[in-house]
């Protein structure tokens, strides 16, 4: 009886560590946020990219209102606090069955504009829960061809 005891208890104790995750599958994980219903509100994250021969990062805050009268069309303001000199303008995001297009423009490049701000920037946002990111760049006709783009992330502000 001693020979089959061991057999059975090895095969029990497999039994048990596979039915509790020992068996080297993988874990559960949480489900997604749900989507948000509205892009509208305070945006803060940071935005990277190269100007005038110089890398950057940048804290970024965008304001963003729904259109009452077009579905899918926010606009509102971004203020980028880069050391040296700020940027902030008007921006637009055009949210159109999830392809979200946000476009930033200047208001009023200071005496030393930041390269954000020279030219304006644009970027397609990917939404994933609470986050908007992706990779902006200069428009085609930015006569300042140091300006190269780079990441943007911004998360909605609770």
Known sequence: M????LPLGLLLSAV???SCGGGGGSSPTDPPPPPLSSLAGT???EISGTGGGADFTCPLVLEL???EEDEGFYFGSWDADCPGSGAVGVATIIDVAGLRMLSAFSLLPGPQPHPLAVCGWSVQLALRGDELSGNWSPPQNCEDQSITGGPV???LAG
């Open 2 to 5: 001693g020979r089959t005891c």
């Open 16 to 18: 048990v560590l596979a």
């Open 43 to 45: 945006w803060r994250g």
């Open 65 to 67: 209102e729904e259109d």
């Open 153 to 155: 992330r911004v998360r």
